[in-house]
């Protein structure tokens, strides 16, 4: 069974913090990963996705993919109030035809 | 603009009743999938599709069936045999082999609750 865990939270950071979530997953053919932001009761939106080990810089977001270890992870700078949301991480499997499996998610809640 | 267009964005159903769920993308996707999600939950596949007339069963399709007969649509049918539909249901597509690497966008998602 293809596994993709998440701590559930929730995260509670203060506004101007860095956000730290973090995503394991259990298949070692895993080759893309991805991180999509859900605000509650909307659907998700993707926020970014990474291939390579190492750390791909989107704004304030930072992706780190570290697949000797089997997990990824995903940092917001500068946290505001506004990502207050849940997020969702994801891994596509070689061979998946294009399927993802998701974790269930950490919610994060950014106090002013 | 493109994207991915859900209806009805609320539904309500009688015990015993099939309803029917719209989606449809003009992003021109290859592959279509329905996902559902139940409160404080991850994301479950129900179908996929991955080409124009043929699709596949995800992780819960029991009670479900879904037809492929153009591009642009995915419709989902909720049957009667789905003993506990209620749930957020959530269309998506992606472009298979390009170089988003599968990345999977999502509708604005349709609430279905049992009356």
């Known amino acids: 069974q293809k596994e993709v865990e998440q701590n559930s939270g929730p995260l509670s950071v203060p506004e101007g913090a860095i956000a730290s979530l973090n995503c394991t997953y259990s298949?070692?053919?895993?080759?893309?990963f991805f991180w999509y932001r859900q605000y509650s009761g909307k659907s998700p939106e993707l926020i970014m996705f990474?291939?390579?080990?190492g750390d791909k810089e989107d704004g304030r977001f930072t992706a780190q993919l570290n697949k000797a270890s089997q997990y990824v992870s995903l940092l917001i700078r500068d946290s505001q109030p506004s990502d207050s949301a849940t997020y969702l991480c994801?891994?596509?499997?070689?061979?998946?035809?294009?399927?993802?499996?998701f974790g269930k998610g950490t919610k994060l809640s950014v106090k002013p | 603009d493109g994207g991915i267009t859900q209806s009805p964005k609320y539904l309500f159903r009688k015990e015993g009743q099939n309803v029917t769920l719209s989606c449809e993308q003009n992003?021109?996707?290859?592959?279509m999938y329905w996902y559902r999600q139940d409160p404080g939950q991850g994301l479950r596949l129900i179908y996929y599709s991955q080409i124009v007339n043929d699709f596949q069963k995800g992780d819960i399709a029991e009670g479900y069936s879904v037809s492929r007969e153009k591009k642009e649509s995915f419709p989902l049918t909720v049957t009667s045999a789905q003993k506990n539909p209620t749930a957020f249901y959530l269309c998506a597509s992606t472009e298979v082999g390009g170089y988003s690497g599968n990345t999977i966008y999502f509708g604005e998602g349709s609430w279905l609750t049992v009356v």
């Open positions: 994801a891994v596509n499997i070689m061979g998946s035809q294009g399927n993802l499996i």
């Open positions: 992003l021109n996707h290859d592959a």
């Open positions: 298949d070692r053919g895993s080759q893309s």
């Open positions: 990474i291939y390579s080990n």
